[in-house]
């Protein structure tokens, strides 16, 4: 019964991880980080810039920093910014483009469904993905992605699972983020 039946789970998060604190409110991430993590564990770091605009920079050069600022009433401003030059900037509203619960902002769940239609391709199911955005007690800036998927492999095989990463983004200093 087992050869038919699949599942996994998989955590990720470093060892020197504090877990989530709790953010009064949407100004305790007013700031500038560095855009990428720096995994100490070897696997592929995380960049701001990946989730807040996905199809906009390549993997290949990541901007250096992205600030941070209040926008009015309950939004935020991202800046993506590379030595100095502003490369993009968005305004994302509460409600709209995230919640913000307990703390945290937590962006809008992905939802995928999988037909096995590309080459290659033997899963036929359901995935579904969410990306919350915190910081941890010392103020640095975490990112938690997970993404759970139900179907079948192979059309006969029952696979399930869940895997979940978290890695820190760094505060940087100011003057990373200030534009010539």
């Known amino acids: 019964m087992f050869l038919f ?19 009064p409110g949407l100004e305790g991430f007013i ?4 855009n990428c993590s720096d995994p100490s564990d070897g696997s592929a770091p995380v960049c701001l810039t990946s989730i807040i605009w ?10 250096q920093a992205v600030y941070i600022q ?3 009433g309950k939004s935020l401003v991202a800046s993506a910014i590379s030595d100095g030059v502003l490369l993009k900037q968005s305004r994302f509203r509460e409600g709209e483009d995230f919640e913000f619960k307990a703390g945290r902002i937590e962006l809008k769940r ?24 915190g910081l941890d007690d010392s103020g640095q800036g975490r990112v938690s992605r997970s993404t759970a998927f139900a179907g079948t492999g192979f059309l006969i095989i029952p696979v399930a699972g869940k895997t979940s990463n978290t ?3 760094e505060r940087a200093p100011i003057d990373l983020c200030e534009r010539s």
């Open 70 to 72: 209040k926008g009015d």
């Open 31 to 34: 700031g500038c980080y560095r």
């Open 110 to 133: 992905d939802y995928v469904a999988s037909g096995a239609r590309e080459p290659g391709n033997p899963f036929i199911g359901m995935v579904t993905s969410k990306t919350v955005l």
């Open 54 to 63: 996905p199809d906009e920079f390549t993997a290949a050069t990541p901007p």
């Open 5 to 23: 039946c699949a599942g996994c789970a998989s955590t990720e998060v470093a060892e020197e991880d504090t877990g989530f604190a709790e953010s």
């Open 167 to 169: 890695q820190k983004i």
